[in-house]
């Protein structure tokens, strides 16, 4: 399986972007998928992540309330809708699926999309 992230760019505090990570083939449809994001010199964080089918969405608590993960199972691709930014967004963000059970955890993902990078301005 093979992902790749879009949709970052550079927004100004308060704005909104929608990342995308369309998959290379469907079988990614029934694997939880996550986004996460690794600012500069900082660890890769979780940001939100959603079983196969929609029925359990997590978020972390930075960016509860203004991002929404969603997906199209018959696109195979996931979303991230990022609303009310703020500078401390700024990062590269990585959409993840996992084989196995569903995970908040970076080390249990088994594909990676490449990154896309948001950069939110003050």
């Known amino acids: 399986v093979q992902l790749q992230a879009s949709g970052g760019g550079l927004v100004q505090a308060g704005g909104s972007l929608r990342l995308s990570c369309p998959a290379s083939?469907?079988?990614?449809?029934?694997?939880?998928m996550a986004w996460f994001r690794q600012a500069p010199g900082n660890e890769r964080e979780f940001v939100s992540s959603?079983?196969?089918?929609?029925?359990?969405?997590n978020y972390a608590d930075s960016v509860k309330g203004r991002f929404t993960i969603s997906r199209d199972n018959t696109k195979s691709t996931l979303y991230l809708q990022m609303n009310s930014l703020k500078p401390e967004d700024t990062a590269v963000y990585y959409c993840?699926?996992?084989?196995?059970?569903?995970?908040?955890?970076?080390?249990?993902?088994?594909?990676w999309g490449q990154g896309t990078l948001v950069t939110v301005s003050s």
């Open positions: 993840a699926a996992v084989r196995g059970t569903y995970s908040y955890i970076s080390g249990r993902y088994d594909y």
């Open positions: 083939d469907r079988t990614s449809s029934v694997f939880p």
């Open positions: 959603i079983t196969w089918s929609g029925s359990r969405i």
